[in-house]
């Protein structure tokens, strides 16, 4: 028996190595805190329609830690108010008949949400992320949004509007899951629908 491994173990440590090669790059992007994209998973069910956002806070206010003056608390209040108007910002398919029931916002640097993140995600949410206390300038921001529906299943798309309203905001990257299946869609300014099917 030869101590040289075979050209088939050779060729099969090549493939295995490149495989690797390409999947780490696009794993470690999945969690990439990159300015001017947020990730938006949204869930169709037979009466409701969910849209849960990650995104860095700069997207959404131009900085990424607690204010610092009056003017950048007025634009944190801003934010929060059309967050919390959700149904100006995502406007579901007529079809399905959907209102909005519930916005929740969760960032620990803003104090928002903080009575209701305790233990919820179970990272990055310890005692130096309260407001004034951010270790870092790569605050994030979580939005979980629920529409109830009276036919969501006949939802086809949701017209986007974040990039009106937020436009440092330059691409969004969906999954969604729905009756017609589970895929991805990346939105951008000049394509704000979201296809619900495929």
Do not use: W, Y
């Not at 990439?32 to 949204?42: E, K, N, P």
């Not at 329609?49 to 700069?58: G, K, V």
């Not at 798309?157 to 937020?166: N, P, S």
């Amino acid at each position: 028996m030869s101590a040289f491994p075979s050209r088939h173990a050779v060729r099969a440590l090549a493939l295995l190595t490149t495989a690797l090669a390409l999947a780490l790059p696009s794993l470690a992007q999945q969690h990439a805190h990159t300015h001017g994209r947020l990730s938006m998973d949204v869930a169709v069910d037979a009466q409701t329609l969910t849209l849960t956002i990650e995104s860095p806070l700069d997207g959404f206010l131009g900085f990424e830690r607690a204010p610092r003056n009056d003017a950048e608390r007025q634009r944190v209040s801003d934010m929060v108010a059309r967050l919390n108007a959700a149904d100006q910002l995502f406007l579901p398919d007529p079809a399905a008949a959907c209102t909005l029931s519930k916005v929740t916002l969760h960032s620990a640097v803003l104090g928002l949400g903080e009575e209701n993140k305790e233990g919820v995600h179970g990272q990055g949410h310890g005692h130096d992320d309260k407001p004034g206390h951010a270790k870092d300038e790569h605050a994030d921001i979580d939005i979980d949004i629920v529409f109830n529906c009276a036919q969501a299943p006949q939802a086809r798309h949701v017209d986007v509007k974040l990039f009106e309203a937020f436009p440092r905001i330059r691409a969004i990257d969906a999954q969604v899951a729905s009756p017609q299946g589970q895929f991805k869609r990346t939105l951008r300014p000049n394509a704000p629908r979201l296809q619900l099917g495929r």
